[in-house]
């Protein structure tokens, strides 16, 4: 789910009773980003859109939030 504003919807989701499945955090594809899980067990991933990034830039991200995660480290 998109939202102009992730921190808030997320705040404001776990006031209502949700559980944190993953924290907000800025990722590597240009989204800050987190999970969490409504009273009823419904997963959800709520996200802001912060920066459009070439394929290239994404790459470079991850290497640097996932070290030894980078698809060429894979092999």
């Known amino acids: ?14 006031n ?4 944190v499945r993953m924290p907000v955090a800025d ?4 989204d800050r ?3 969490l899980v409504d009273p009823f067990g419904h997963n959800w991933s709520i996200a802001t859109h912060t920066r459009d990034m070439t394929p ?3 790459q ?9 995660c980078a698809p060429e480290q894979q092999k």
């Open 27 to 30: 990722m590597f594809w240009g």
């Open 16 to 19: 209502a009773g949700a559980t």
């Open 1 to 14: 789910l998109y939202v102009p504003d992730v921190d808030a919807t997320f705040q404001q989701a776990i």
């Open 33 to 35: 980003y987190g999970q």
């Open 60 to 68: 470079e991200e991850m290497k640097k939030q996932t070290p030894g």
């Open 56 to 58: 290239e830039q994404m």
